[in-house]
Protein backbone atom coordinates (compact mmCIF):
# COMPACT_ATOMS: atom_id res chain seq x y z
CA UNK A 1 0.00 0.00 0.00
CA UNK A 2 1.52 3.15 -1.22
CA UNK A 3 2.80 5.30 1.78
CA UNK A 4 0.74 8.93 2.58
CA UNK A 5 2.25 12.35 3.22
CA UNK A 6 0.57 14.76 5.78
CA UNK A 7 0.69 18.44 4.38
CA UNK A 8 -0.56 22.10 4.68
CA UNK A 9 -3.30 22.69 1.44
CA UNK A 10 -2.92 26.54 1.03
CA UNK A 11 -6.17 27.02 -1.27
CA UNK A 12 -8.11 29.72 -1.59
CA UNK A 13 -10.25 31.05 1.65
CA UNK A 14 -13.56 32.01 2.15
CA UNK A 15 -13.80 35.84 3.67
CA UNK A 16 -12.74 36.17 6.92
CA UNK A 17 -13.12 39.09 9.21
CA UNK A 18 -10.14 38.34 11.10
CA UNK A 19 -6.37 37.47 9.79
CA UNK A 20 -5.34 34.66 12.37
CA UNK A 21 -8.65 32.89 11.58
CA UNK A 22 -7.88 32.66 8.01
CA UNK A 23 -4.05 31.63 9.22
CA UNK A 24 -5.72 29.07 11.54
CA UNK A 25 -7.80 27.40 8.50
CA UNK A 26 -5.02 27.22 6.46
CA UNK A 27 -3.02 25.35 9.13
CA UNK A 28 -5.98 22.96 10.08
CA UNK A 29 -6.53 22.20 6.15
CA UNK A 30 -4.18 19.22 6.57
CA UNK A 31 -4.82 16.15 4.35
CA UNK A 32 -3.71 13.13 3.98
CA UNK A 33 -3.44 10.67 1.00
CA UNK A 34 -2.65 6.80 2.93
CA UNK A 35 -0.65 5.96 5.11
CA UNK A 36 1.19 2.90 5.98
CA UNK A 37 -1.63 -0.16 7.90
CA UNK A 38 0.95 -0.23 10.97
CA UNK A 39 0.45 3.81 11.24
CA UNK A 40 -3.03 3.22 11.45
CA UNK A 41 -2.82 0.25 14.30
CA UNK A 42 -0.56 2.03 16.67
CA UNK A 43 -3.72 4.33 16.84
CA UNK A 44 -1.59 7.88 15.83
CA UNK A 45 -3.46 8.96 12.82
CA UNK A 46 -5.29 11.58 14.48
CA UNK A 47 -2.62 12.97 15.87
CA UNK A 48 -0.67 13.78 13.00
CA UNK A 49 -3.22 15.20 11.39
CA UNK A 50 -2.96 18.02 14.36
CA UNK A 51 -1.35 20.58 13.56
CA UNK A 52 2.34 20.97 14.65
CA UNK A 53 4.26 24.14 15.97
CA UNK A 54 6.48 23.89 12.63
CA UNK A 55 3.29 24.51 10.53
CA UNK A 56 2.03 27.19 12.71
CA UNK A 57 5.67 28.94 12.11
CA UNK A 58 5.28 28.09 7.88
CA UNK A 59 1.56 29.33 8.02
CA UNK A 60 2.62 32.89 9.92
CA UNK A 61 5.72 33.05 7.50
CA UNK A 62 3.94 32.93 4.74
CA UNK A 63 0.47 35.06 5.67
CA UNK A 64 3.39 38.02 5.92
CA UNK A 65 4.29 37.53 2.54
CA UNK A 66 7.43 36.44 3.68
CA UNK A 67 10.14 33.73 2.44
CA UNK A 68 10.32 31.16 4.69
CA UNK A 69 14.31 31.36 5.28
CA UNK A 70 13.92 34.94 6.20
CA UNK A 71 11.35 34.82 8.28
CA UNK A 72 12.74 32.44 10.49
CA UNK A 73 15.93 34.27 10.24
CA UNK A 74 14.83 37.80 10.41
CA UNK A 75 17.25 40.70 10.65
CA UNK A 76 17.60 42.54 13.60
CA UNK A 77 19.73 45.47 12.74
CA UNK A 78 16.52 46.09 10.48
CA UNK A 79 13.80 46.17 12.89
CA UNK A 80 15.81 48.00 15.47
CA UNK A 81 16.74 50.99 13.17
CA UNK A 82 12.90 50.71 11.29
CA UNK A 83 11.98 51.10 14.96
CA UNK A 84 9.39 54.63 15.67
CA UNK A 85 11.47 57.40 17.48
CA UNK A 86 10.14 56.70 20.87
CA UNK A 87 11.51 52.99 21.27
CA UNK A 88 14.91 54.16 19.27
CA UNK A 89 15.38 56.23 22.32
CA UNK A 90 14.15 53.96 24.30
CA UNK A 91 16.77 51.41 23.65
CA UNK A 92 19.53 53.93 23.04
CA UNK A 93 18.33 54.62 27.09
CA UNK A 94 19.15 51.25 27.85
CA UNK A 95 21.99 51.00 25.69
CA UNK A 96 23.96 53.73 27.86
CA UNK A 97 22.79 51.86 31.14
CA UNK A 98 24.24 48.70 30.17
CA UNK A 99 27.50 50.30 28.74
CA UNK A 100 28.19 52.62 31.76
CA UNK A 101 27.03 49.68 33.91
CA UNK A 102 29.58 46.96 32.06
CA UNK A 103 32.31 50.28 32.86
CA UNK A 104 31.49 50.23 36.88
CA UNK A 105 31.74 46.37 37.23
CA UNK A 106 34.81 46.31 35.40
CA UNK A 107 36.74 48.85 37.65
CA UNK A 108 35.11 47.30 40.71
CA UNK A 109 36.81 43.95 39.72
CA UNK A 110 39.68 45.36 39.29
CA UNK A 111 39.80 47.66 42.61
CA UNK A 112 38.76 45.41 44.94
CA UNK A 113 41.32 42.51 43.13
CA UNK A 114 44.07 44.82 44.49
CA UNK A 115 42.76 45.77 47.82
CA UNK A 116 42.64 42.22 48.19
CA UNK A 117 46.10 41.62 47.95
CA UNK A 118 47.48 45.16 49.08
CA UNK A 119 45.32 44.19 52.57
CA UNK A 120 47.08 40.96 53.04
CA UNK A 121 50.62 42.42 52.36
CA UNK A 122 49.38 45.49 55.00
CA UNK A 123 48.28 43.44 57.49
CA UNK A 124 51.19 41.04 57.20
CA UNK A 125 53.75 43.94 57.47
CA UNK A 126 52.25 45.56 60.86
CA UNK A 127 51.69 41.97 62.56
CA UNK A 128 55.85 41.50 62.16
CA UNK A 129 56.90 45.36 62.34
CA UNK A 130 58.05 46.43 66.03
CA UNK A 131 57.19 49.73 65.58
CA UNK A 132 54.02 51.74 64.05
CA UNK A 133 57.25 53.88 62.07
CA UNK A 134 57.80 50.74 60.17
CA UNK A 135 54.43 50.50 59.23
CA UNK A 136 54.06 54.12 58.32
CA UNK A 137 56.80 53.65 55.76
CA UNK A 138 55.72 51.10 53.57
CA UNK A 139 51.72 52.93 53.74
CA UNK A 140 52.39 54.82 50.61
CA UNK A 141 53.07 51.81 48.06
CA UNK A 142 49.88 49.66 49.88
CA UNK A 143 47.47 52.77 49.23
CA UNK A 144 44.67 50.99 47.63
CA UNK A 145 43.82 49.15 51.04
CA UNK A 146 41.39 50.75 53.10
CA UNK A 147 43.28 49.38 55.95
CA UNK A 148 46.06 52.22 55.42
CA UNK A 149 43.87 54.64 55.91
CA UNK A 150 42.55 53.78 58.89
CA UNK A 151 46.15 52.70 60.35
CA UNK A 152 47.19 56.22 59.15
CA UNK A 153 44.25 58.40 60.39
CA UNK A 154 44.91 56.11 64.14
CA UNK A 155 49.18 57.00 63.89
CA UNK A 156 48.29 60.60 63.76
CA UNK A 157 46.26 60.43 66.04
CA UNK A 158 48.67 58.60 68.84
CA UNK A 159 51.03 60.42 67.61
CA UNK A 160 49.89 63.93 68.33
CA UNK A 161 48.43 62.84 71.56
CA UNK A 162 52.48 61.60 72.91
CA UNK A 163 53.93 64.84 71.48
CA UNK A 164 51.80 66.75 73.60
CA UNK A 165 52.52 64.41 76.61
CA UNK A 166 56.22 64.69 75.93
CA UNK A 167 55.54 68.27 76.13
CA UNK A 168 53.82 68.55 78.99
CA UNK A 169 56.79 67.45 81.19
CA UNK A 170 58.64 69.80 83.42
CA UNK A 171 62.31 71.16 82.18
CA UNK A 172 64.99 69.78 84.20
CA UNK A 173 63.14 66.57 84.76
CA UNK A 174 63.92 63.12 84.18
CA UNK A 175 62.17 61.75 80.60
CA UNK A 176 59.41 59.57 81.47
CA UNK A 177 57.63 57.03 79.01
CA UNK A 178 55.24 59.29 77.19
CA UNK A 179 51.48 58.05 77.97
CA UNK A 180 47.93 58.14 75.86
CA UNK A 181 45.76 61.06 77.46
CA UNK A 182 42.74 59.49 75.77
CA UNK A 183 42.42 55.89 74.38
CA UNK A 184 38.94 56.92 73.20
CA UNK A 185 40.09 59.63 70.84
CA UNK A 186 41.78 57.17 68.97
CA UNK A 187 38.94 54.89 68.52
CA UNK A 188 37.03 57.82 66.91
CA UNK A 189 39.68 58.34 64.57
CA UNK A 190 39.59 54.92 63.64
CA UNK A 191 35.50 54.86 63.07
CA UNK A 192 35.73 58.33 61.26
CA UNK A 193 38.73 56.63 59.10
CA UNK A 194 36.83 53.48 58.19
CA UNK A 195 33.31 55.47 57.59
CA UNK A 196 35.26 57.28 54.82
CA UNK A 197 36.98 54.11 53.35
CA UNK A 198 33.32 52.36 53.17
CA UNK A 199 32.38 55.39 51.57
CA UNK A 200 35.06 54.97 48.78
CA UNK A 201 34.20 51.51 48.47
CA UNK A 202 30.53 52.31 47.93
CA UNK A 203 31.19 54.59 45.00
CA UNK A 204 29.49 54.13 41.91
CA UNK A 205 27.54 51.00 43.26
CA UNK A 206 24.28 53.42 43.56
CA UNK A 207 24.60 53.47 39.54
CA UNK A 208 24.29 49.61 39.54
CA UNK A 209 21.17 49.88 41.77
CA UNK A 210 20.01 52.91 39.87
CA UNK A 211 20.32 50.46 36.51
CA UNK A 212 18.32 47.34 38.16
CA UNK A 213 15.72 49.07 39.85
CA UNK A 214 14.63 51.68 36.76
CA UNK A 215 15.44 50.04 33.18
CA UNK A 216 12.80 46.94 34.01
CA UNK A 217 10.71 49.65 34.11
CA UNK A 218 11.88 51.56 30.82
CA UNK A 219 12.10 48.48 29.02
CA UNK A 220 8.21 48.13 29.90
CA UNK A 221 7.66 51.58 28.46
CA UNK A 222 9.15 50.52 25.05
CA UNK A 223 6.87 47.54 25.38
CA UNK A 224 3.31 49.42 25.83
CA UNK A 225 4.48 52.05 22.95
CA UNK A 226 5.02 49.15 20.72
CA UNK A 227 1.77 47.71 21.52
CA UNK A 228 0.41 50.88 21.36
CA UNK A 229 1.54 51.05 17.97
CA UNK A 230 1.03 47.47 16.70
CA UNK A 231 -3.14 48.81 17.42
CA UNK A 232 -3.18 52.26 15.72
CA UNK A 233 -1.76 50.39 13.03
CA UNK A 234 -4.75 48.02 13.21
CA UNK A 235 -7.22 50.98 13.34
CA UNK A 236 -5.53 52.35 10.83
CA UNK A 237 -5.24 49.96 7.93
CA UNK A 238 -8.55 47.96 9.32
CA UNK A 239 -6.15 44.61 9.16
CA UNK A 240 -4.48 42.36 11.51
CA UNK A 241 -2.68 40.88 9.07
CA UNK A 242 0.80 39.92 10.81
CA UNK A 243 2.93 42.18 7.79
CA UNK A 244 0.66 45.16 10.18
CA UNK A 245 1.57 43.97 13.72
CA UNK A 246 4.70 42.27 13.20
CA UNK A 247 6.52 45.53 13.10
CA UNK A 248 5.70 47.24 16.01
CA UNK A 249 5.34 44.04 18.06
CA UNK A 250 8.79 42.90 17.67
CA UNK A 251 10.16 46.66 18.74
CA UNK A 252 8.11 46.17 22.02
CA UNK A 253 9.62 42.69 22.27
CA UNK A 254 13.25 44.10 21.75
CA UNK A 255 12.42 46.82 24.48
CA UNK A 256 11.98 44.25 26.91
CA UNK A 257 14.77 42.04 26.02
CA UNK A 258 17.14 45.08 26.37
CA UNK A 259 15.72 46.32 29.74
CA UNK A 260 16.24 42.80 31.21
CA UNK A 261 19.60 42.98 29.41
CA UNK A 262 21.04 45.58 31.28
CA UNK A 263 19.17 45.14 34.81
CA UNK A 264 19.76 41.39 35.19
CA UNK A 265 23.60 41.68 35.50
CA UNK A 266 23.47 45.17 37.31
CA UNK A 267 21.08 43.07 40.35
CA UNK A 268 24.26 40.59 40.11
CA UNK A 269 26.64 42.78 40.38
CA UNK A 270 25.56 44.99 42.52
CA UNK A 271 24.95 42.07 45.56
CA UNK A 272 28.16 40.98 44.61
CA UNK A 273 30.34 43.85 45.73
CA UNK A 274 28.01 44.89 48.98
CA UNK A 275 28.48 41.45 49.94
CA UNK A 276 32.46 42.20 48.98
CA UNK A 277 31.91 45.41 50.83
CA UNK A 278 30.71 44.27 54.06
CA UNK A 279 33.56 41.47 54.07
CA UNK A 280 35.75 44.71 53.75
CA UNK A 281 34.33 46.74 56.73
CA UNK A 282 34.34 43.61 59.08
CA UNK A 283 37.82 43.63 58.35
CA UNK A 284 38.25 47.05 59.37
CA UNK A 285 36.66 46.43 62.24
CA UNK A 286 39.06 43.89 63.55
CA UNK A 287 41.92 45.64 62.66
CA UNK A 288 40.69 48.51 64.60
CA UNK A 289 40.21 46.52 67.47
CA UNK A 290 44.16 45.24 67.21
CA UNK A 291 45.19 48.67 67.01
CA UNK A 292 43.47 49.73 69.89
CA UNK A 293 44.90 46.89 71.74
CA UNK A 294 48.53 47.30 70.75
CA UNK A 295 48.05 51.11 71.47
CA UNK A 296 46.54 50.43 75.08
CA UNK A 297 49.54 48.17 76.11
CA UNK A 298 51.93 50.24 74.57
CA UNK A 299 50.96 53.62 76.18
CA UNK A 300 48.60 53.45 78.66
Known amino acids: ?154 YAELTAQLRQSQGAASPGTPAVRPTLKSITAVDRALLRASSIEVAKLEKRMTFLATTASITPFIGLFGTVWGIMTAFMNIGAQGSTDLAVVSGPIAEALIATALGLFAAIPAVYFYNHFTSKVKTYASEMDDFALEFLNISERNFT
Not at 70 to 82: E, S, V, Y
Open 1 to 154: MAPRVVGISWRAELPSYHGFDRILQGVLRLHSTALPSAHFSNGRDSEDLLPTPGSIVLALQLEGGLPPTRAAAGDFADLIFAASPIVMMVMATLLIFSVISLGIVLHKFWAFRGIERQSATFLEVFRKSAKFSEVQAVCPSLALSPLVGMFQAG
